[in-house]
């Protein structure tokens, strides 16, 4: 629950891209935030109050004027009792609005009362979000120390393509979480994560590989961004949609992954190999594809190890790797860790349904160097690397108090 604690309020402007504020509001909740929706009435022309009122098991916000039996002044009760305020989407009549002062709602007099963090999304047409008026206004907010996400370029409802689409809910979920967790541990730190798997071409159509699909190593960068770190993702052939917040490099072969990584480790705190990275290669290639004529030796070419190689390298950084298995767990693992010069490996059991590539669960067993060890039942990917990013920011933290 990464939020667990943390007050948000989402405030609805009236545009289409309403629909997509249910998803974000959605993911907040999922993170253990609370939260507090006010919509304009212009909003409420899209979708109806109790949409989010059913999302959030609270009543959402809408009147100025009203007797409430949460808050003696309703606007300023929100605004104090907020971490963030996200408005998404924000229209370009409300981004006027707030930039010149304007409080005529409940939203805008709960923007003005606040001294928390205030994110925008805007969602708007193309011409409308050229207009140099609009520009201006958006500039003026930026540097009073408002946070802006998006808008994407795109295909609009209304037809026109360019820029004025909100930004994704996850997305903006993710700029929400780097500025609701900015003062915590992970701010500052930077993160290497390697994941998915490695191509090794054996002539123009083939090549050898393996069943990775990324998700974990994908999860664990994604939570890591919104955590406040600077996340490097090296990232094999894979078909996931690229993590927000994260600086991306894509390789295919273990090759290019091993110079990718070499090329920044240096500069890294922590390092997570969760790639499944392929141990051989062709020792040649063909340049033509090859033809189906009888039997097909193959000659195979050990490839680098980057684990062992940054273990031998490593000097204050903290270094994480996986292990994923069939059989002897715990001795492969252990032997792994040790081999490697790991300070954490994460090992799992590929025949335990729920386990294996290409699943939304893992089933995990944390084997440290100092001999603790730590199973973690079967979880969605994204809360095993929640789990495994506090066990490293301990690692972190305990290695810079010895020093």
């Known amino acids: 629950m990464m939020l667990s604690g943390k007050n948000v309020v989402l405030g609805i402007t009236g545009g289409i891209a309403v629909y997509k504020s249910a998803e974000l509001c959605r993911l907040f909740i999922k993170a253990g935030a609370k939260v507090r929706v006010v919509m304009t009435e212009a909003a409420k022309a899209f979708v109806t109050p109790l949409t989010f009122q059913t999302l959030t098991g609270s009543p959402v916000y809408d009147q100025l004027f009203i007797g409430s039996e949460r808050f003696s002044v309703e606007h300023v009760g929100l605004a104090q009792e907020a971490d963030l305020i996200v408005i998404a989407p924000a229209t370009a009549n409300t981004i006027g609005k707030i930039a010149n002062g304007i409080a005529d709602n409940l939203l805008t007099t709960t923007v003005m009362a606040a001294k928390c963090p205030i994110l925008l999304a805007p969602a708007m047409n193309t011409q409308m979000y ?228 290409g699943t939304d669960t893992n089933i995990v067993t944390l084997y440290f160097r100092d001999g603790r060890e730590r199973q973690l039942e079967k979880l969605p990917k994204r809360e095993v690397a929640i789990m495994l990013l506090e066990e490293i920011n301990a690692l972190l933290t305990a290695a810079e108090e010895e020093n």
């Open 130 to 357: 050229d207009n140099p008026f609009h520009l201006a206004n958006l500039e003026r907010l930026q540097n009073f120390g408002y946070a802006v996400v998006g808008p994407d370029q795109g295909e609009l409802a209304c037809g026109d393509t360019g820029r004025g689409r909100m930004s994704s809910p996850q997305e903006i979920f993710a700029a929400a979480c780097r500025l609701l967790l900015r003062k915590e541990a992970w701010q500052g730190r930077r993160l290497l994560v390697t994941a998915g798997p490695t191509q090794e071409a054996l002539d123009p159509v083939r090549f050898l590989t393996n069943h990775s699909s990324g998700k974990m190593g994908y999860a664990i960068a994604q939570a890591a961004a919104e955590l406040g770190a600077d996340v490097t993702l090296v990232s094999g052939p894979v078909t996931l949609p690229q993590p927000y917040g994260v600086d991306f490099v894509s390789v295919t072969t273990a090759q290019e992954m091993y110079e990718a990584v070499l090329a920044c480790f240096s500069n890294m705190d922590v390092v997570v190999g969760a790639a499944a990275v392929a141990d051989y290669r062709p020792g040649t290639v063909s340049e033509q594809k090859i033809k189906k004529s009888g039997e097909l030796i193959i000659s195979l070419t050990r490839n680098p190890d980057i684990l062992a190689a940054l273990g031998r390298m490593k000097q204050r950084q903290i270094l994480v790797g996986f292990a994923a298995e069939t059989e002897n767990l715990r001795e492969h693992a252990l032997a792994k860790l040790e081999r490697k010069n790991l300070d954490l490996i994460v090992a799992n059991d590929l025949t335990q349904p729920g386990a294996g590539f």
